[in-house]
């Protein structure tokens, strides 16, 4: 059982480039959600979704797509990666989006746009 | 959202119990309190979750307020390795979890 897997662990891209920050979860979560933590900030949900084929909008959705078509899997879409996109991401899952059920997070992705 | 309302720092010596208050005046009957921490470069991890009677677990434990407008996150022998940003998050699976500042709990030897 390996919980939230993120992967890469680091990556730096450039202005304009695109890429996909990888989420997947082995304990048969329904909900998953995407947060960015920037230096000495808490953190700020992107995107989340409650099953597969549905996705919905946090606080800070722009420039970043999702899609779910597993349930195991939540990628992360960066479309044109800005300097602005520079922190670290998270990705975290739960059973249920209930009040009893604790968020699993992974170890994090630092992206880096230069 | 409800909201939380958390010291920014705190200070414990270490194998000292803290005590980490949460002021949540406006929770409401289906909010659940949630507490997390974030290790130095780490993602968040849960630790403890209480409705309205006071909840122990391993880590920790949860002492809630009798009206429930606060609660405290009780450490019972701080540890080097519980430095970190302790957040306290109402959560009643209606809304996503959202994420305040927390509490930036320093341990020293």
């Known amino acids: 059982n390996a919980g939230v897997t993120q992967t890469p662990k680091f990556q730096v891209l450039k202005t304009g480039q695109s890429m996909t920050l990888q989420c997947a979860q082995d304990?048969?979560?329904?909900?998953m959600s995407w947060y960015r933590q920037d230096p000495g900030m808490g953190l700020r949900l992107i995107h989340y979704?409650?099953?597969?084929?549905?996705?919905d909008q946090g606080e800070v959705p722009n420039g970043y797509n999702v899609s779910r078509s597993t349930t195991e899997d939540f990628p992360l879409r960066l479309l044109s990666a800005a300097p602005s996109q520079t922190s670290v991401y998270f990705c975290?899952?739960?059973?249920?989006?209930?009040?009893?059920?604790?968020?699993?997070f992974g170890n994090g992705t630092r992206l880096t746009v230069t | 959202d409800a909201k939380t309302t958390q010291p920014n720092s705190m200070e414990s010596n270490e194998e000292e119990p803290v005590h980490l208050p949460c002021n949540h005046s406006?929770?409401?009957?289906?909010?659940?309190i949630h507490w997390y921490r974030q290790l130095p470069s780490q993602g968040p991890e849960y630790v403890i979750h209480?409705?309205?009677s006071n909840v122990n677990n391993r880590m920790a434990s949860l002492a809630i307020a009798e009206d429930r407008k606060s609660s405290t996150l009780i450490l019972h022998r701080a540890t080097l390795r519980d430095a970190a940003v302790y957040y306290c998050?109402?959560?009643?699976?209606?809304?996503?979890?959202?994420f305040g500042k927390g509490t930036r709990l320093s341990v020293i030897a």
């Open positions: 975290a899952s739960s059973y249920l989006r209930t009040g009893v059920s604790p968020l699993h």
């Open positions: 304990m048969n979560h329904e909900y």
């Open positions: 979704s409650v099953g597969a084929g549905i996705t």
């Open positions: 406006t929770i409401s009957g289906t909010d659940y």
């Open positions: 209480g409705l309205t």
């Open positions: 998050i109402l959560y009643s699976g209606n809304t996503p979890l959202v």
